[in-house]
């Protein structure tokens, strides 16, 4: 069993950076591909970024690349999202997840463990 715990969110003007952090309990982590999703008001849960067992193979949704940067430190069973130059639509409920499943897939039922959000929100 996983547990995860995101912090870091908050309210920002837009063109500004937060720095997500997810930290993990009971199992390890290490071996897991990691997760950042996002829900914002009437929209679908969504993959942000993921990121290998390794860090060495990294994924982002198209409108977040360049801003995003996912990575994580095996060593502290931690998770990070740095989120630069941001936008009012990345205002969001933001979750980390364990692919705990090993599916491989980058959707909401493809992750196993979840944790239980934390809120970003961008003004104009």
């Known amino acids: 069993q996983v547990q995860l715990v995101e912090s870091g969110g908050g309210l920002v003007q837009a063109g500004g950076s937060l720095r997500l952090s997810c930290a993990a309990s009971?199992?390890?982590?290490?071996?897991?591909?990691m997760g950042w999703f996002r829900q914002a008001p009437g929209k679908e849960r969504e993959i942000v970024a993921s990121?290998?067992?390794?860090?060495?193979?990294?994924y982002y949704k198209d409108s977040v690349k360049g801003r995003f940067t996912i990575s994580r430190d095996n060593t502290k069973n931690t998770l990070y999202l740095q989120m630069n130059s941001l936008k009012p639509e990345d205002t969001a409920i933001y979750y980390c997840?364990?692919?705990?499943?090993?599916?491989?897939?980058?959707?909401?039922?493809?992750?196993?463990?979840w944790g239980q959000g934390t809120q970003v929100t961008v003004s104009s």
């Open positions: 990121i290998s067992w390794s860090g060495g193979s990294t």
């Open positions: 997840a364990a692919d705990t499943y090993l599916t491989g897939g980058l959707g909401p039922s493809d992750f196993g463990s």
């Open positions: 009971g199992r390890t982590v290490s071996s897991y591909r």
